[in-house]
């Protein structure tokens, strides 16, 4: 009885947290040669391996350039793993952004209003002394086809 009442709660939890963070780390979406009068902040809905492919271009992300110092990054890995296997039932969400060191971006849940996709987020202040400068950060989550049908937006609400 109990291991079935463990299952249940398993499951409804596993429903509630539709989507996977799979790179939250210090970086950017673009690449580090591009003006510096152009945003770091980058939200996209990605929907195919082609639209990675063109967002790349569009923020000179050089993840699929060979011959780019960057190819073999880790995040420039992590970024070609999304292959048309990946994106036949998930999408993935670009989130890159400047944030100071004194505050962690937390995902908690992401709901879907009309056609557009509320990403639910908090600050959480981190403990210690820390200088005022910000950084890139970028955040990769991974999200099911069949929970964003429709949706055409996308936006970070913070709590």
Do not use: P
């Not at 699929?64 to 292959?83: G, V």
């Not at 989130?95 to 557009?116: L, W």
């Amino acid at each position: 009885m109990f291991l079935l009442i463990s299952l249940v709660l398993l499951t409804g939890c596993a429903k509630q947290n539709n989507f996977i963070v799979s790179y939250d780390e210090m970086g950017s979406f673009r690449s580090k040669t591009i003006d510096e009068g152009i945003t770091m902040y980058a939200l996209e809905i990605i929907n195919s391996l082609q639209e990675l492919k063109d967002a790349c271009d569009t923020w000179n992300n050089q993840a699929f350039q060979e011959n780019s110092e960057d190819y073999t990054t880790e995040l420039s890995q992590k970024i070609r793993s999304y292959d048309e296997v990946f994106f036949s039932d998930k999408n993935l969400i670009i989130y890159s952004f400047e944030r100071g060191h004194s505050k962690e971006t937390k995902i908690n849940n992401m709901n879907v209003e009309d056609s557009q996709l509320i990403v639910n987020a908090q600050y959480i202040t981190k403990k210690g002394t820390f200088t005022d400068e910000s950084f890139d950060w970028l955040i990769l989550i991974e999200v099911n086809k069949a929970d964003v049908i429709g949706v055409d937006a996308i936006e970070i609400k913070y709590k």
